[in-house]
């Protein structure tokens, strides 16, 4: 708005102008037309614009800094990590092994250790299920895909099988600016192995059945030294500060 103010003279003598600027941020007339805010008292107004597009510019600009709801520092933190550590984020520190695959055996079953048991084992995408409680917590379920191969030395017989991982994870904050994701290590009681009876036959059924807790044990020490990895324990820390850093440069 443009106020009038009674005539005056500076310090020096020079007569001030009976009229100031105004912000240039409300630029309507009580008849609610516009005028141009740059021009008052038939002078121009330094750091004001005319530009109608410009108006609206430093009102948007107003209004956004007239409109935020503050947080607490302990109420922005949760809010960071929720963002932050998310499902996606979590089973990306599993992208190295899904896909990868390795054998089991062979382990000698039956009488005399006639049967000798192998298994080819495919590590496939993991699926995460994050849960938000006082504590964010993860459940990572990783498919398996496995080929038994029961060599009887007269007859091989190859089937497939399903198989799952089922994992806990759980995200931490750590000195100086690191969000951290502690996964912890299966346990054989961990690894499952769906073994079908409709699906082989009776003979076979036993001696798979004979070597499956040989083959969980030998699937979870494969996967914990898969998370003791250098390159899985680097995916399950995230440098806040150091990310913050490479965004704002490149801002």
């Given at each position: ?103 089991t ?53 190859r ?33 499952m ?9 009776g ?6 059945a004979?070597v499956?807790?040989?083959?969980r ?21 995230i440098?806040v500060?150091?990310?913050?850093a490479a ?5």
């Amino acid at each position: 708005m443009v106020v009038d103010e009674p005539d005056r003279k500076s310090k020096l003598g020079a007569e001030v102008p009976s009229r100031r600027c105004d912000t240039g941020i409300f630029s309507q007339s009580r008849a609610g037309s516009q005028r141009r805010p740059d021009v008052v008292g038939g002078r121009k107004c330094p750091g004001i614009s005319g530009s109608t597009t410009d108006i609206a510019d430093d009102m948007r600009r107003y209004e956004f800094m007239q409109t935020h709801n503050y947080v607490t520092y302990e109420e922005f933190g949760r809010r960071f990590f929720e963002v932050a550590v998310t499902e996606a984020r979590v089973a990306a520190a599993f992208s190295q092994i899904a896909g990868e695959e390795f054998q089991t055996g062979p382990i000698r079953q039956g009488p005399g250790g006639l049967a000798r048991v192998s298994a080819n084992v495919k590590i496939q995408q993991p699926q995460v299920t994050r849960n938000l409680g006082q504590m964010i917590t993860f459940d990572i379920r990783i498919p398996l895909a496995i080929e038994m191969i029961v060599d009887l030395r007269l007859d091989k017989q190859r089937f497939m099988v399903d198989g799952e991982i089922a994992l806990r994870a759980s995200a931490h904050a750590a000195e100086p600016l690191l969000l951290v994701i502690d996964v912890g290590k299966p346990r054989p009681s961990d690894i499952m192995v769906h073994v079908a009876a409709t699906s082989i036959r009776g003979e076979l059924l036993r001696i798979v059945a004979g070597v499956d807790g040989e083959i969980r044990r030998y699937i979870a020490q494969h996967v914990a030294n898969e998370i003791d990895s250098p390159q899985s324990q680097a995916a399950q820390v995230i440098d806040v500060a150091k990310e913050l850093a490479a965004a704002w440069d490149s801002a």
